[in-house]
């Protein structure tokens, strides 16, 4: 059974502050998504890394893959307000025909202070 | 583009009465579908997913039932709710034959069983 873990599950860090949130899985993993969720509403897309080493990067956020350790990370670089919100973690396996079944983390609630 | 479509937005229902909740996608064909839970500040949890018409798989043995009536509409149902089905419900979508293709989430469904 593939589990997810995220630490830490809170997270208050003060505008400008560099600081990176932890996923890690428990079986192998061919994909690793990262998603955005706001107070009250769904679940925004972020990242997807499907490779051991993969690198992706959209503004303060970058997201890195390490197949072989089974660790996602999530680097913020100097954190801006905005940021806050809850961040997700979820890896993935091939299942039959092309259903994509994600197990998710139970999630890394951010808090940028200023 | 595409769109995801799911309601109602909140729902209150008494324990014991039925439960219909609707999702369609928009502007993509042969979807696979996909329905998910969140208790209050918890992960996601995979409850059913459909490559196709009529075809559902279930996650996790439980009081709800999933349809698949037409290619892009999904219905999550229960006969008899109970108080641990209240939660937040996400319907989501990926391209079907797209093995990398992240869930596309549409806004949920806040449920409250009293």
């Known amino acids: ?114 | 583009s595409q769109t995801i479509h799911q309601w109602p937005a909140t729902l209150v229902q008494p324990v014991g009465s039925p439960l219909s909740l609707e999702c369609t996608v928009e502007g993509t064909s042969n979807p696979n579908l996909y329905w998910y839970r969140q208790a209050a500040g918890r992960g996601l949890q995979l409850l059913f997913y459909s490559i196709g018409i009529g075809q559902i798989s279930s996650e996790v043995p439980q009081n709800l039932s999933a349809s698949r009536p037409q290619d892009r509409q999904f219905i999550l149902s229960s006969k008899k709710l109970l108080l641990s089905d209240s939660g937040f419900y996400l319907c989501a979508w990926t391209r079907g034959f797209s093995y990398n293709s992240p869930l596309h989430f549409g806004n949920g469904t806040r449920l409250t069983v009293t």
């Open chain 1, 1 to 114: 059974e593939l589990k997810v873990e995220q630490n830490p599950l809170f997270l208050s860090m003060q505008e400008g502050k560099n600081y990176t949130i932890y996923c890690n899985y428990s079986t192998t993993s061919d994909r690793l998504y990262w998603y955005r969720q706001d107070p009250g509403k769904s679940l925004e897309s972020l990242f997807v890394l499907l490779s051991n080493g993969a690198v992706k990067q959209e503004g303060r956020l970058m997201a890195s893959l390490d197949t072989k350790a089974r660790l996602s990370t999530l680097h913020i670089t100097a954190a801006v307000h905005d940021l806050s919100a809850t961040y997700f973690c979820a890896a993935g396996r091939r299942d039959t025909g092309t259903a994509s079944k994600l197990t998710f983390g139970t999630g890394t609630r951010l808090q940028v202070t200023l």
